[in-house]
């Protein structure tokens, strides 16, 4: 079976832009996580989508958003970038909202 | 706000000895998770704890709760070099699959 997929790998913006990245979720699994990682920290929590309803919001600005589709696939949405969003970028997936989180290879952006 | 610390920062350690890392929260657990991420790739899921006192063993690898359920460790008997990455725990925010990870501690294996 696939593992967690998300999609772009890398991506380099400008600040001002706007980016959407996307989550596959392992098929079966109805809650995804998004998470922020800054180079030589630990994931951040964003966001927690289940069922399509989002559960959960971490301490991000509003330009940060969120949503999950029917299939259970998610995108986040980041608007306005700024420097500092640069990060890696991780999609967590698990069957429920307290099951065990699969995370997914990442999108790494970077914002020039 | 929760907050979950680890220590230490970094560790660089001989093949073949021993390496511990200390997880502390500011607030009562009703789990931990610890994680593994490998240089360049992504958190990959070791063990989840929920029990008071808890203690886990997998391989070289031994992982306890405390009795307060503030803290937790992670001990790995005779490191290998495939040991090298940087391991976090995380504990859950109040409700779902929200977690808050620590610091990380990131070991380096001289062979």
């Known amino acids: 079976d696939a593992g967690v997929t998300q999609s772009p790998t890398h991506l380099i913006k400008t600040r001002g832009q706007h980016v959407t990245l996307r989550c596959s979720p392992i098929?079966?699994?109805?809650?995804v996580s998004w998470y922020q990682q800054v180079l030589g920290q630990g994931p951040q929590f964003i966001f927690q989508?289940?069922?399509?309803?989002?559960?959960g919001r971490g301490n991000f600005p509003d330009r940060f958003s969120a949503r999950q589709f029917p299939n259970y696939s998610s995108e986040l949405n980041v608007n306005a970038l700024l420097l500092g969003d640069s990060a890696l970028y991780l999609c967590?997936?698990?069957?429920?909202?307290?099951?065990?989180?699969?995370f997914g290879p990442g999108t790494r952006l970077t914002v020039l | 706000g929760q907050q979950v610390m680890q220590i230490p920062q970094y560790q660089h350690v001989q093949e073949g000895e021993d390496f511990t890392t200390y997880c502390n929260s500011s607030?009562?657990?009703?789990?931990i998770q610890w994680y593994k991420q490998r240089p360049g790739g992504h958190p990959v899921f070791l063990i989840q704890l929920v029990k008071s006192g808890e203690v886990k063993k997998q391989k070289r690898l031994t992982f306890q709760f405390g009795e307060a359920k503030k803290n937790s460790s992670l001990h790995i008997t005779a490191t290998q070099t495939t040991d090298v990455g940087t391991y976090f725990c995380?504990?859950?925010?109040?409700?779902?699959?929200?977690?808050?990870f620590g610091t990380g501690t990131s070991l380096t294996v001289i062979p």
């Open positions: 098929s079966g699994h109805k809650s």
């Open positions: 989508y289940y069922e399509k309803e989002e559960r």
């Open positions: 967590a997936s698990s069957l429920g909202r307290t099951d065990t989180q699969y």
């Open positions: 607030t009562t657990l009703s789990n």
């Open positions: 995380a504990g859950p925010r109040n409700t779902g699959n929200q977690f808050y």
